[in-house]
């Protein structure tokens, strides 16, 4: 049986499960660096890879220059809208508390995500570099003033403890883009000191490259998500480059993937 059969096979049970994800929100500009302008009589260029762009770039150390994007596409991004688009369309009831326009003001982008949007605040914008091997993000830095969790509680009408709490599965992810993400894993955390515990559901965690983030900044929020084990489930995801990161960072005398898991855990 295929995973597409087995899925279908579970139509309703998959309808019976229900997953809360938060916060972020992005709307991606797609597009290519050129790296040679079109002419009467060939297109432009692009930069096919990251090393590629990177070279130019160090040829012009200590000069100036200019690249021009060819864009590609305006689309909505950051994990919430692809993890939840995901889940929405295999048939769960999905709600999403996220960056997703002004409070109860969806953005037209995230209008068509099968899910139960609950903006709190306007989504990030972000330039995404496309290459053959790999993706480069740009973004400003996104402060929120005041306290966050308030806008949370105020855009779910209060509802946001339970619905964490009641999920069969709860995704916290992109910690590490957002500076009041921290506070809302927090509080999410303390939310669940109201419920019992249910190994049978789920709590899930991706904190994104932590390249910008301390050593002590990565202990606290690995500990934040190992307070979660008391209540559900646990389950944390690193792409490789996070993995050896938080090696580094965190560990002593672990090196191969295995030992960084295992001394994470």
């Not at 500076?179 to 927090?186: C, N, P, R």
């Not at 084990?229 to 996070?242: G, H, M």
């Amino acid at each position: 049986m295929s995973w597409r059969e087995a899925l279908r096979s579970r139509k309703q049970e998959i309808a019976a499960k229900c997953l809360t994800v938060g916060f972020d929100g992005c709307v991606d500009t797609i597009a290519r660096p050129i790296s040679q302008a079109a002419s009467a009589n060939r297109p432009a260029s692009v930069f096919p890879t990251i090393r590629s762009l990177g070279e130019f770039l160090i040829g012009k150390a200590e000069k100036s220059c200019s690249i021009e994007l060819q864009i590609q596409a305006r689309q909505p991004g950051g994990n919430l809208p692809y993890l939840s688009r995901a889940a929405g369309g295999l048939g769960l009831s999905v709600s999403c508390i996220g960056m997703l326009g002004a409070p109860g003001e969806t953005d037209p982008l995230f209008g068509d995500m099968p899910c139960t949007l609950y903006p709190f605040a306007a989504p990030m914008q972000c330039t995404c570099l496309e290459f053959t091997d790999g993706k480069v993000f740009l973004a400003p830095d996104y402060p929120l003033n005041g306290d966050v969790w308030n806008r949370v509680l105020a855009a779910t009408d209060n509802q946001a403890p339970q619905l964490f709490r009641n999920a069969h599965l709860l995704a916290l992810v992109n910690w590490s883009e957002l500076d009041f993400a921290h506070g809302l894993w927090q509080a999410i955390l303390e939310t669940m000191q109201e419920t019992q515990t249910d190994k049978g559901r789920f709590a899930f965690f991706d904190l994104c490259d932590i390249s910008r983030r301390s050593g002590d900044e990565c202990d606290a929020v690995l500990r934040i998500v190992g307070g979660f084990t008391k209540y559900r489930t646990t389950i944390l995801s690193l792409n490789e480059n996070e993995a050896l990161l938080a090696g580094e960072r965190l560990l002593q005398d672990a090196s191969t993937l295995e030992q960084i898991a295992g001394g994470i855990r």
